[in-house]
């Protein structure tokens, strides 16, 4: 059974940082992924990453957004720093499983930035 559980989602203020974390279990899997989405927009893909290491960001987020993986805790990561208010969203991991193909979501985290 595939799960993804993430957390890390919190209030802070502008220019500060927090770190998100999905520990993606029940598969192997190839790529991953955080998607956000904001009130009233459609979900969008923040940062993947993929079973080469290949990244690739929003343009939004390049520079301040970092992922990254710990495959011995099967966790995916997302480092963000200097914070805007317009990253203000509920943040999603994404995980595609590499036999089937399929794409498995997390629960979801909220992220406010604001002072």
């Known amino acids: 059974q595939v799960q993804l559980v993430e957390s890390g989602g919190d209030l802070v203020r502008p220019g500060g940082s927090l770190r998100l974390s999905c520990v993606a279990s029940g598969s192997i899997f190839s790529r991953y992924g955080w998607y956000r989405q904001a009130p009233g927009k459609q979900r969008e893909l923040v940062a993947a990453l993929d079973w080469g290491n290949n990244k690739n960001y929003a343009e939004s987020v390049k520079g301040r957004f970092t992922i990254f993986r710990d495959n011995a805790k099967k966790t995916v990561y997302l480092q963000m720093n200097s914070l805007k208010p317009e990253d203000t969203a509920v943040y999603y991991c994404?995980?595609?499983?590499?036999?089937?193909?399929?794409?498995?979501w997390g629960q979801g985290t909220q992220v406010t930035v604001s002072s």
């Open positions: 994404n995980a595609r499983a590499r036999d089937s193909g399929d794409d498995y």
